[in-house]
């Protein structure tokens, strides 16, 4: 499996974005695996952000509820994230995982919040 992540850029406090994650290679277990949203910030830990179950169950991070949105289009073996209300501490490099520990990961996507 192979995950290609894109929607990252540069945007100003306030405004919004949407992340996207397609799978490759995932065949028919793409609908049974659960996907997720991690990011990393400069000088900091990867942090997990969202994510959603084989079931469409969301969980979000206390520091994103409220602003983010997680989904999954499993006829497009894809996930998203999208992200309003974003802050300059919402910068980082995100990326996607697939599946159970010790997960699948995306390359990563940048998003930076700026004025």
């Known amino acids: 499996v192979q995950l290609q992540a894109s929607g990252g850029g540069f945007v100003q406090p306030g405004g919004s974005l949407t992340l996207s994650c397609t799978a490759s290679?995932?065949?028919?277990?793409?609908?049974?695996?659960?996907l997720g949203w991690h990011r990393q910030a400069p000088g900091k830990q990867r942090q997990l952000v969202a994510t959603?179950?084989?079931?469409?169950?969301?969980d979000l991070a206390d520091y994103v509820e409220g602003r983010f949105t997680i989904s999954r289009d499993n006829a497009k073996r894809t996930v998203y994230l999208q992200m309003n209300s974003l802050q300059p501490e919402d910068t980082a490099v995100y990326y996607c995982?697939?599946?159970?520990?010790?997960?699948?990961w995306g390359q990563g996507t940048l998003v930076t919040v700026s004025s």
């Open positions: 995982r697939y599946g159970p520990y010790p997960f699948i």
């Open positions: 959603i179950s084989s079931g469409y169950r969301a």
């Open positions: 290679g995932a065949g028919g277990m793409f609908e049974s695996r659960t």
